[in-house]
């Protein structure tokens, strides 16, 4: 598993990316809509594992 | 603008090209990249590339999927004519450009006497060096010496006892990375590495190294020796602006650019290279992050192409991470010259912990190990233009965190 829990991504899409009480991810929305793309991407683009990928 | 070029090819380089592509930018684009190899991540070099988990293949970097670009690898600038934003290349061409990106990032700085990877003394930067390493490393060497407890050392030493080398780390300050954590933090640090079992001396200098054509000792200021069948030099990194020397560019410990890293009409910068004043924290600095060269990459091409607006100022909140001896340090904002220190989350003890960096009446930073969610939670207080000490505190007691 790539992502080491550094949580780049919840700062950039907070509700879609939020760690948990043992500092793991949680993707609260798997499926995010449009609207949501720009953070999405901004996220996949600060996380340092490079460990999200959109999945059109 | 119909012509722009990239000078430096890693993270820098490749995502202001990205985000240029991304902003419409549909002109000609050129990349010029010292080394001749894929363009590599820097982060895995001293941990997971050393301990062997990451092979060479897993640290390449791409561009963006839609980013089209010309590559000249293994060509540098060796000059730059600012105004005519005239580019000489080391395959002896020139040209100029409608605009140029500056990302040449930094070198390691190397011991006087002390040249290349000869003798059984290495600098940590490149993946050639990284490799050099890692092969001796995997050799089973008595012992290593680490000449430098910053973030750069204290990875390579934690990768070290990873491997189940000795490993010794030798550093001038009275603690290590004072001046990133401040020294309640820099303790913890310190004791956790001693706790892994890193022979760390603290308040020493190398003052000789002994052993030809491999080295085999060094002598430290306060009169001990250490015997080194490797020696690892991690005393950090000088901005490579040397070919700007004539180019009309005000270079003083990095590319002098503004607020919104223009260096010059048409040029920006970005990355470990440039040196800009941001709004919080006052005096222009470099910051060398492996964050900061993504969001300043993509700033400096926003500014680049003024869009989607006229040029702003680049204040972010920098932000980097360190793995060692499994543990996450993380920092976000400065710890330097604060007023206070404070605990907010965990404990030191338990070395999973929150503080605060209290400026004034303002949080200059956080720190936390092993801590990430509640970390998390201020980095967003931070995000607030002006974070002031008690907001932060009562944010941080809110049902929200």
Known sequence: ?56 | MKSIAVVGGSLAGLEAATRLRQLGYDGSLLIYSQERRQPYDRPPLSKGLLTGVRDTASVALTLGESAQADWRMGVSAVALDARRRELSLSDGSSERFDGIVIATGAAAIRPRAISGRDGGIHVLRTLDDAISLRSRLHQAPARVVIVGAGFIGLEVASSCRELGLQVSVIEARALPLEPALGSVVAGTVAAMHRDHGVDLRLGVTVVAAHGAPQVERLDLSDGTSVSADVVVYAVGVQPETGWLVGSGLTVDGGVVCDEACGAAPGIVAAGDVARWPHRRYGIPRRIEHWDNAIRQAHHAASTLLANPGPPAGYDPVPWFWSDQHGSKLQVAGYAGGADEFRVVHGSLEARRFVGLYRRGDEVGGAVAIDDSKAFLACRRLLLDPEPTWSKVLAGLDSPVN
Do not use: H, W, Y
């Open chain 1, 1 to 56: 598993m790539l992502c080491d829990g550094n949580g780049a991504c919840a700062l950039e899409a907070p509700g879609i990316f939020e760690l948990d009480d043992a500092d793991q991810l949680v993707v609260l929305e798997e499926n995010p809509g449009p609207a949501d793309r720009a953070r999405v991407e901004a996220a996949a683009g600060a996380c340092p594992k490079r460990a999200i990928s959109i999945v059109t």
